[in-house]
């Protein structure tokens, strides 16, 4: 009789524990159902937003960094054992021969014979008063100025060097029509030699440099005429080493 009452007694006691247990879940139920529609919330304003694209890949990369970190490969950085400046250029002909030919040609002209080589260093120099070449007041060679550069450049056709021509307006103030500047107008002095020398059969392109009057020429005619300087001169630079193909 006393294990009747006993068993009676623990079957009304189980079903409160399950009632209580149940009770005590309900709040798990309800949070989560809160943080899914939250998150659902959320969802929806980001869908309803725009996003920059270089802020979206930096919150990636950020999240995959911290969430899978990897060890960063090191990217070699491209070097090179060489530049422009140490290029090798190659020697062409030698400037004590060239000096010697170049000064046999221009003796044996009128015109040419006014100018002066001057041997440098790392250069030789032929420089020529302008006046003389040019026509009066003009950047044009007058015709006696186009056949001497004719004569000159057959020389020069025949070598590999580098050459430059180098323009200088005077120093005199010299009224030049179309130009606005001594600087223009010495670069259109040095590009009219360089175009002669290549119509006269120089195959490489030839570099021109404008001075205006900020050099003016120290060197004297051979023939003490040191008025045809003032009035601008060419420089016809001719350098050691091969010339830009």
């Known amino acids: 009789m006393s294990e009747e009452i006993e068993n009676k007694s623990q079957n009304n006691i189980f079903p409160e524990v399950k009632a209580a247990s149940s009770s005590n879940s309900l709040w798990l139920v309800i949070f989560t159902d809160l943080v899914a529609l939250m998150l659902a919330f959320f969802v ?46 190659g020697e062409a002909s030698n400037l004590d021969y060239l000096k010697s030919i170049i000064s046999e040609a221009v003796d044996s002209d009128e015109l040419l014979s006014k100018g002066k080589i001057i041997r440098r260093e790392d250069r030789l120099v032929f420089v020529m008063p302008g006046k003389i070449l040019f026509k009066s007041g003009l950047a044009e060679l007058s015709d006696e100025g186009r056949e001497a550069l004719f004569m000159l450049g057959g020389v020069l056709r025949n070598i590999d060097n580098e050459i430059v021509v180098n323009g200088h307006s005077g120093t005199k103030q010299f009224v030049q029509k179309g130009f606005t500047s001594n600087w223009e107008l010495s670069i259109a002095l040095a590009v009219s030699i360089a175009n002669t020398l290549r119509q006269s059969g120089f195959p490489r392109p030839i570099s021109v440099f404008g001075y205006a009057d900020k050099r003016p020429s120290s060197n004297k005619s051979p023939r003490g005429n040191e008025d045809n300087y003032s009035f601008g001169h060419i420089e016809i630079v001719i350098r050691p080493e091969v010339g830009v193909s």
């Open 44 to 89: 929806l304003l980001f869908s309803m937003s725009t996003v920059k694209l270089s802020d979206w890949k930096s919150l990636v990369q950020s999240l995959s960094e911290t969430l899978s970190p990897e060890e960063k490969k090191k990217i070699p950085v491209a070097q090179s054992n060489f530049n422009i400046e140490s290029v090798f250029r």
